[in-house]
Every structure is written in structure tokens, then in C-alpha cells.
């Protein structure tokens, strides 16, 4: 889960406690009689089972999600089936790595507006959103709309803060203004001549999604793992959530056969530090930090971004700051 201080007060965990607690009232106050104790049980169930069928997770890495459009997008890219290709014999790629704005407050948009240009110093090819960008169209669009400029495409991951059908209302609103964004749930792959990366969006439990995101399982990243692994040059996996280390995220995503690099979301504010290197198997995990320009418990740190830069099958990696701005104070 990325690195936040929640400031939603209701997740799709939450709903069915408050079935419960709605259930239970009916109940009265009072101790109630033996005779009653299967009604109120099977009540609890059936609440539960109808409140988790209304608010099911989208699916986030599966065979059967429908295919997105396909020609070209941006400069120099093209879209054919779930697979974003570089057009040409182009064997070098900047990748600019944004994730966890947390929502369209106007000192975040900000520092995006300020993480972008940093991006464009850097020539900057692409653009990956690792999620928690926003939850309501409004906020997607606002986010992500200062990120996507006509020439580069952004690829959105949705992450725990997306609501699918927000986000896919707000790239179709980005698109038709002339500036590409491609929805990282339908887009499985990322290919250069000599590097490929697969995404895979969402949550691992819906317990972590905050709207009506989408989840994915653990069979699903296994098998996106073993195609991405027999893949020649720079194996490279993004995702919303981070794999798990010693401080937090998600066991199901350190698993499977060797890949080289996985950039993911945060799970604390900071960037990964400057690095680099190649095809090693190494699983080597990058985080751009948190883009949040607002106040974060407990700690809160300068927006952040990452630039990936690949060349052939090698890589390296350098963080951004946006310390420009007015440093937000819990």
C-alpha cells in the first residue's frame, strides 16, 4: 500500500462493518433472546455477502480485460493489443516515475506542474503514474492532466486510490484534449528493442482499495512475473503497490523467477537513492516517493519523482525533489 497518511474515512473494507453495526442496532440495545440468535446470524451474512457483491473489485492483471485502442500514441510510440511499443530501432528510454499525490490539492498540482518541467529538462519519453493519484474523475484529471503533454504518453497505473470508472472518465477527458494518457490496467507492456516492462495496477486485497478500484491476484502477478523473466534484455516490472521489505508491502509481489528492476509506489515518502545497473536478476526495487505537496504524519518531506533512465540493457536511476515550493508542515 503506498506510504500515506489517510485522510478517507470509509474504504471498501470499511462497508460491511457498517452493515454489521446497522444489523446489530436493529437488534436493540438489549441481550437478545436464543430464539433469535439464527435470524440475526444469517441476517449478518447475507448483509455481508450482498454488500460485498455491490462493491466487488475491478479485476487489475487478467487475459480476458478488453483491449484498448489501438494506433498511435504520442511521439513515437504505438499501441497494439495490451502492448505499448517504441516505434523505431530506439534503444534508449527516460521514463519519468510519479506516484501517491493523494488528490488535486492546489500546492500538489503544483509541485507536479514543477516535477514535470524537471522531466521535460530531461527529455523525458514517457511518463509512468504508479496510482494513488486521485479518486474522483476531478482529481485524476487535475493530476494527471498536468503530467500528460502531447508529445510524451503518460501510462496510468490505478492504484488503492483510483476508482476505475473515475479514472477511465478522466483519461478519455485528457485524451480528447490532444494530450496521451494510457490506462495501465489494459496496457499489460511496455517494449523497447532491448527492454521490457509489465505493469500491474491496483491492490492485492480489496481491503486496500478506497473507491471502486481494482484488485489482482497473486496467480496473476506469478504468471506476469514468469513471461516477464523469459524476456530478453532489462526485465523491468512496474506496480502500484510496493513489494514487501522490512517495513511494509505486499509478500505476493517478491515472488516468482528473476527479474531485474521493479519500480513501485511508496511505502514511505522519500525517493530511492541514485543507482544503477543492468540484466542481473538482481530484482533491484525503485520508489519515485510521494508527490503530496500537503502535510503527511509522521513525516512529511519535499513532493517527489523519479527518473529511469535505460540504455540498451542497462539503467540508471536519480531521484527529484520539488523543493521549490513552500515545504508543507504537519
Known sequence: ???????????????????????????????????????????????????????????????DLPEPAAGPVGKGWELAGRTLRRTGNAKDLVIGVVADAGGADAKTVAALGRLRAKL??????????LGGMGTTQHELEATLGVLAKPGSPVVALPGDLESVAAETAAIAAINAKGAPVVDGRLVRW??????????????????RLVADGCAWRAEDVLQLYQQLSARPGLRVAATAEAPRD???????LVLGPAIDLVIHGPTHPAPSPAQSGGRDGARTLLSPGTADATPRLPETRAPAAGLLVIHGASWSWKPLEDKSGERPTP
Not at 474515512?9 to 462497508?15: A, I, L, N
Not at 521535460?120 to 503514474?129: C, K, P, Q
Not at 532491448?194 to 481491503?207: D, N, R, Y
Open 120 to 129: 521535460d529538462e530531461a527529455s523525458a519519453d514517457l511518463v509512468l503514474a
Open 1 to 63: 500500500m503506498a506510504w500515506r497518511d489517510r485522510r478517507r474515512e470509509v474504504t471498501m473494507g470499511d462497508r460491511p462493518l457498517f452493515v454489521v453495526a446497522a444489523v446489530l442496532a436493529a437488534c436493540g440495545s438489549g441481550k437478545p433472546p436464543a430464539s433469535a440468535a439464527p435470524r440475526v446470524a444469517n441476517a449478518l451474512v447475507a448483509a455481508i455477502t450482498i454488500a460485498e457483491q455491490r462493491h466487488a473489485p475491478w479485476r487489475c492483471v487478467a487475459e
Open 190 to 207: 511496455i517494449e523497447l528493442p532491448e527492454t521490457t516492462i509489465g505493469t500491474i495496477a491496483g491492490a492485492g486485497s480489496p481491503l
Open 246 to 252: 522490512h517495513r511494509a508491502g505486499e509478500p505476493a
